[in-house]
């Protein structure tokens, strides 16, 4: 349930319903629209009557959120949610570009990439120092080394850096070097890993679960949210379908579908969307023309000889064409 405080509602009055929230056992998000404060009452709340409520001074009324998604929608809250990576804001009228190698391979490789994708344009450094791999023969990632590197790199170009946490325990130590973590496809549905990072404060990039429905993403970004933590980014990096041409489905509807039903930016992820480096950058630009508020992409220096993901790795100058041409349509279309 939510309850719309009247415009000009007071702070005690603020106060008022927020302490009979939690006296009735449930947990209060408060949202500060630019007229007026929207109290969500979080919990199962079907036992409760509303009207208790609606006679509270200051209480303009109360709606049933009927979606099973309570925080991150937008019935919550209707004006876009803007997350801040160090200096670098998603959700606004700009759009941000995180871009890097898929793993973490060497120092001399990651420095690279990461000077080529600044010098590109790039926002923020990506690179897994933990790596999902569905065989345990392959790249499994170079574990604190890779952050130290992905460390020095940020410190070289000033770029924020973004690598994946895969269980609970890895949250100590990745947050001594990450500026965002990243959550993988396959770990959409780790409930214990999204509540242990709704307990961080840093930033959360969640991607969708290759065979999860949007609802179901929503609902894992809702345990971050119901945590604590409201700095949720997320991802569409494509589904699996019958199509075999391509990796996976990149789904250009989840772009809109979720805009309308979250305020949390969404960014896309062609490059696993595709897995295939020649239809990246056209499937990125639909993600911007379609609304996303950003974009991740796979660079590699020399993606013949990448550990992970040559084959939808884009070479430097390709990803400064990229960049050059997700500017032209955030232009058209009005953004930065
Ligand atoms: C990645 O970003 O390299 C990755 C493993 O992505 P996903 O979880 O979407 O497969
Ligand atoms: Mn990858």
Redesign the pocket.
């Given at each position: 349930m939510i309850i719309i405080m009247r415009a000009g509602a007071t702070q005690i009055q603020i106060d008022n319903v927020v302490k009979r929230i939690e006296k009735d056992g449930f947990v209060a998000h408060l949202s500060d629209g630019s007229e007026r404060t929207i109290i969500g009452l979080i919990g199962d709340d079907r036992p409760i009557d509303r009207r208790t409520y609606e006679v509270m001074e200051g209480v303009e009324k109360s709606v049933q959120v009927l979606q099973p998604f309570k925080l991150v929608s937008r019935d919550l809250q209707d004006h876009d949610s803007i997350v801040k990576v160090r200096k670098v804001e998603f959700g606004g009228t700009g759009i941000g570009i995180i871009a890097g190698p898929?793993?973490v391979e060497d120092r001399g490789q990651l420095l690279e990439s990461a000077h080529v994708v600044k010098a590109a344009g790039a926002h923020a450094l990506r690179g897994?120092a933990f790596k999902p791999r569905s065989s345990p023969y392959s790249f499994q990632g170079l574990g604190e080394e890779g952050l130290q590197i992905l460390a020095e790199a940020r410190e070289q170009t000033g770029l924020p850096i973004v690598t994946e946490i895969m269980t609970p325990e890895q949250l100590p130590l990745i947050s001594e070097y990450a500026d965002m973590l990243q959550i993988g496809a396959r770990n959409m549905q780790n409930y214990e890993l999204l509540k242990t990072v709704g307990r961080s404060t840093l930033p959360v990039l969640l991607k969708r679960g290759m065979m999860a429905t949007l609802e179901e993403l929503l609902m894992s970004a809702e345990y971050i949210l119901a945590e604590g933590n409201r700095n949720v980014i997320l991802c569409e990096r494509g589904i699996r379908t019958f199509e075999k041409y391509t990796r996976n489905t990149t789904d250009i509807n989840a772009v809109p579908v979720l805009k309308s039903l979250t305020h949390l930016p969404i960014i896309l992820d062609p490059?696993?969307g595709v897995g295939k480096w020649n239809f990246v950058t056209p499937v990125a630009l639909a993600g911007i023309a379609a609304g996303a508020d950003g974009l991740i992409i796979?660079v590699h220096p020399n993606p013949e000889e990448a550990l992970?993901?040559g084959g939808?790795s884009l070479l430097p100058e390709r990803f400064a064409d990229l960049v050059q041409k997700t500017r032209a349509i955030a232009t058209t279309i009005g953004r930065e």
């Open positions: 898929c793993s897994g490059s696993h796979e992970s993901d939808q």
